[in-house]
């Protein structure tokens, strides 16, 4: 008989250690919130051309807004701008004139573009993340002015263009003036309005839950006309730029979700006693009484402070702990400040604050809940100020 009980309470034990060992951990989840964002960025453009490498960059800034509309997408409506330039080398060894000539001009470029997150698209969403890689893809209209320094460069063009007419009709054999980018047909002045398309990947450093700083490089793609040269093909501007990202409001909620241990012991127990396991009974939670909880509010006020969503928390372990029960959550104001119009909408988010709460932040389902908000025309408490309240009762 001692052997059989000293071998049941080394099972017991041994038990307890495996359910111990095998609970499994509570697990933090992130529930992504929608969200604005606004950045502000500068840099350089380099605009695609045949003179030196180094005379065809220019400044560049860029400023937008943005909306994610969930982990993976978003829209940014953008302004960028600043200078482009262009150039052209005329002639040749025998031009007696200057042969290598450079301007610049000023723009502005609205455009929307549609925005994706290859790291949450790849890898899933986490708001901790420090690295967010992105690619972007849009399109707006580029508005052009202040290209009349570009004035001498089709003088010359046409001066070097009659200059080779003659020397083909006088056979003279002189320099004949380069072909193909380096024509200056396409040159134009005012104020030009063109079609862009964009593209161009977007790299953000989260230094807080707020606030990002990021790299973007983006290429653009215009008509020919842009530069003012006869290519036979789309001109092109390439932007490289930094700079801050800043979004407004709460971009994520954070809950944590604890499993329920397993039940290992008893069925080690059971096997060793070797008694048939009963039938489970049916879970039926006995009705303790109702129960009640004030989450009181400051003046003119419907969130809920730190201090009391701990009450909120009991509500919500309370339902959980019987399935069969239900909460009516009902919203007050307090009758020494305000108007009735003012006090019956502050109450009814009172009341409102507390159901939101218990439905996303503990799921609980709002079929068992009930809302109701009296205004400031029943006044619970003597005291006034604790008639800014959400008192809720759970039977």
């Not at 399109?139 to 070097?160: P, Q, T």
């Not at 507390?354 to 009296?374: F, H, M, Q, W």
Request: glycine share 10%; proline share 5%; hydrophobic share 40%.
């Amino acid at each position: 008989m001692k052997l059989r009980k000293l071998l049941l309470s080394g099972l017991m034990m041994a038990g307890a250690v495996t359910a111990s060992a095998q609970a499994p951990e509570a697990k933090t989840v992130y529930d992504f919130n929608p969200h604005w964002y606004i950045q502000l960025q500068g840099g350089v453009q380099y605009t695609l051309g045949e003179i030196k490498f180094k005379d065809l960059w220019g400044p560049n800034v860029q400023g937008a807004i943005g909306y994610q509309f969930n982990p993976n997408f978003g829209l940014r409506l953008s302004v960028n701008g600043w200078q482009s330039r262009a150039g052209a080398d005329f002639g040749s060894e025998f031009t007696p004139m200057e042969n290598y000539y450079q301007w610049k001009w000023y723009y502005v470029a609205p455009a929307l573009d549609f925005r994706v997150s290859l790291s949450n698209l790849l890898f899933g969403y986490n708001p901790k993340r420090v690295v967010d890689v992105g690619a972007f893809i849009g399109g707006g209209v580029n508005i052009a002015w202040a290209n009349d320094k570009n004035k001498g460069g089709h003088a010359l063009y046409e001066m070097n263009r009659i200059h080779s007419a003659l020397n083909q009709v006088g056979g003279l054999g002189g320099y004949q003036i380069q072909d193909g980018a380096n024509y200056m047909e396409y040159y134009w002045d005012g104020t030009k309005v063109r079609a862009v398309g964009r593209a161009g990947i977007t790299v953000d450093f989260n230094i807080t839950d707020n606030i990002a700083l990021g790299l973007e490089a983006n290429a653009n793609m215009l008509c020919d006309h842009y530069n003012s040269k006869k290519a036979g093909n789309p001109d092109w501007y390439f932007n490289a730029l930094a700079g801050i990202k800043i979004n407004l409001g709460k971009t994520y909620t954070e809950r944590v979700i604890t499993p329920p241990a397993p039940q290992v012991v008893e069925k080690v127990i059971e096997k060793v006693v070797e008694k048939p396991a009963p039938a489970p009974a049916p879970k039926q939670v006995a009705a303790e009484g109702p129960m009640r909880r004030d989450v009181f509010f400051t003046i003119n006020k419907s969130l809920i402070s730190k201090s009391e969503a701990s009450k909120v928390r009991e509500i919500a372990d309370y339902l959980n702990a019987h399935p069969n029960a239900s909460v009516e959550v009902t919203g007050y104001a307090d009758a020494g400040t305000g108007n009735k119009t003012i006090n019956d909408r502050l109450a009814k988010r009172r009341a409102a604050a507390v159901v939101k709460s218990l439905v996303n932040d503990y799921g609980i389902a709002s079929s068992r809940i009930k809302s109701d908000s009296k205004g400031d025309r029943v006044q619970p408490f003597a005291e006034n100020d604790k008639n800014r309240v959400a008192i809720c009762i759970v039977e």
